[in-house]
């Protein structure tokens, strides 16, 4: 999709449990708090696909790696033809919580090539900026498990987050700043605001 882009599209990354979706509203408050428009979203989305990969959580077994990457695919298109597109083309800022990089490594964990995944997703515009956030794997669990009181879910099983995490490692794109997770909250919020501060340069704020 050609999108006219005035706007900047700033995207969270990362293996589950370091700590990313605290930071996004956060980072989100200090942008709005300087003038910036703002849009906050995630995927998966909320929408029919978003929700029909949410069902998938507990179960992977009834699709295939091949349905299951196309669900994340057909779910991204709509997200950008609804949601992405129009706030960047309006001058937003957009924060989304996870984008094609988390395609990339969870379903180049489940057997694809992560470079033909990226290559997949060609219809997406590219992120200004890429945060990915990491910290140890035992970490993630610990604070999966323990912290949120939850089960690991079927794309957060240990094994794969550890093919997971290499994914996101070996990545190299101009785009991407590297977070270190395992710090306080306010000293990673100091860090996501450095990381993102250059590309925000020469969008409009209201005063
Ligand atoms: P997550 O951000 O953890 O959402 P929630 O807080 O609702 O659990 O993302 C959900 C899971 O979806 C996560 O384990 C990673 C996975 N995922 C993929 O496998 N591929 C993708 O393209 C995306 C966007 C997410």
């Known amino acids: 999709m050609n999108i006219k882009r005035t706007g900047r599209l700033i995207v969270f990354e990362g293996i589950d449990g370091t700590g990313k979706s605290t930071q996004l509203p956060l980072l989100a408050q200090y942008l709005e708090s300087k003038g910036f428009m703002v849009t906050v ?5 909320d929408g029919a696909i978003g929700q029909k990969i949410r069902a998938l959580y507990s179960s992977r ?8 990457l196309q669900l994340f ?3 991204r298109k709509e997200h950008i033809e609804q949601v992405v597109g129009p706030a960047l083309a309006s001058g937003k800022v957009v924060l989304c919580d996870r984008y094609y990089l988390s395609t990339a490594a969870y379903q180049g964990a489940n057997g694809f090539d992560p470079l033909e995944i990226i290559k997949r997703n ?5 992120p200004d900026i890429a945060l990915i956030f990491e910290q140890p794997i035992e970490t993630s669990l610990e604070r999966i498990t323990t912290s949120r009181g939850e ?3 079927d794309f957060e099983q240990a094994d794969s987050l550890k093919k997971v995490s290499a994914i996101f490692d070996m990545l190299d794109f101009p785009c991407i700043r590297r977070i270190q997770a395992n710090d306080t909250i306010e000293n990673i919020h100091r860090k996501v605001i450095e990381a993102v501060a250059d590309s925000l340069e020469g969008l409009p704020v209201n005063s």
Do not use: G
Not at 41 to 45: I, S
Not at 61 to 68: A, G, K, L, M, R
Not at 122 to 126: G, I, L, R
């Open 61 to 68: 077994e009834n699709t295939t790696p091949e349905e299951e």
């Open 41 to 45: 979203t995630r995927e998966p989305t």
């Open 73 to 75: 695919l057909d779910d």
């Open 151 to 153: 089960a690991l879910n």
């Open 122 to 126: 060609n219809f997406a515009p590219k």
